[in-house]
């Protein structure tokens, strides 16, 4: 009963610093995303995958990188850590787009804070 | 563009009083698919449900029922005497991709409503 696992939970951060974010999926799943969300906000897209080497820009983009180089795997790449990129991630995927059939399967996220 | 609004940023009652989170969205997609998601203070995001916009029935779980209308563009949630358990934050999101304006995938969220059940 795996589904959408992050890893880490927490971290801290030194800014300029880099480190990535791993989220994997056991369920063969095409699509998959990563959102951020700020405190008293909702949760904003920041890239996303329809499919192994296809990534796309979400809404807040800047400062991440990721890759797709397998079904299971997409992993979020903070280059320069700033203070701004402090902030609760979470990855999500789902079989079809919109969500339709299973809908989407969130995982449980990562706390970074940048100090 | 897509846009989720839940003008209700907090809402406090006392247990087992009936409680009604707004949500108005926008899309230029004519299908597309709306959902609620619980986030209790533990922090991850609980599936509650999915509507498609082919679907008006409204829906009831319990406790809970969800009225969607597309005349006004809502999908308001209800929740009938609340229970202290209830107490988290509410999001209402959309899943569309508006072909004729680009568009991202994934689901446009809206900001929540932190809702307090006192006991």
């Known amino acids: 009963n795996a589904g959408v696992t992050q890893t880490p939970k927490f971290r801290i951060l030194k800014i300029g610093q880099s480190m990535t974010l791993q989220c994997a999926q056991d369920m063969n799943h095409n699509y998959m995303y990563w959102y951020r969300q700020d405190p008293g906000m909702g949760l904003k897209l920041i890239y996303y995958s329809v499919g192994a080497g296809i990534t796309d820009k979400g809404e807040v983009p800047n400062g991440y990188n990721v890759s797709r180089s397998t079904t299971e795997d997409f992993p979020l790449r903070l280059e320069l850590a700033a203070p701004s990129q402090t902030s609760v991630y979470f990855c999500?995927?789902?079989?079809?787009?919109?969500?339709?059939?299973?809908?989407?399967?969130f995982g449980s996220g990562t706390r970074l804070t940048v100090v | 563009a897509q846009k989720v609004t839940q003008a209700q940023t907090e809402i406090s009652v006392v247990e087992k009083e009936d409680v009604t989170l707004d949500c108005v969205y926008e899309?230029?997609?004519?299908?597309?698919?709306l959902f609620w998601y619980k986030q209790p203070p533990s922090g991850e995001l609980v599936f509650l449900i999915r509507?498609?916009?082919?679907?008006?029935q409204n829906e009831i779980s319990g406790r809970y029922s969800w009225n969607f209308q597309k005349s006004t563009s809502s999908f308001n949630f209800t929740i009938t005497a609340s229970q202290v358990v209830d107490s988290a934050v509410y999001f209402c999101?959309?899943?569309?991709?508006?072909?004729?304006?680009?568009?991202?995938?994934?689901?446009?969220f809206g900001k929540g409503t932190h809702l307090i059940i006192q006991p």
């Open positions: 509507r498609n916009s082919f679907d008006e």
């Open positions: 999500a995927s789902s079989y079809e787009r919109r969500g339709q059939g299973e809908g989407y399967t």
């Open positions: 999101a959309l899943s569309a991709v508006e072909y004729s304006g680009g568009g991202a995938d994934g689901l446009t």
């Open positions: 899309t230029r997609d004519t299908t597309y698919y």
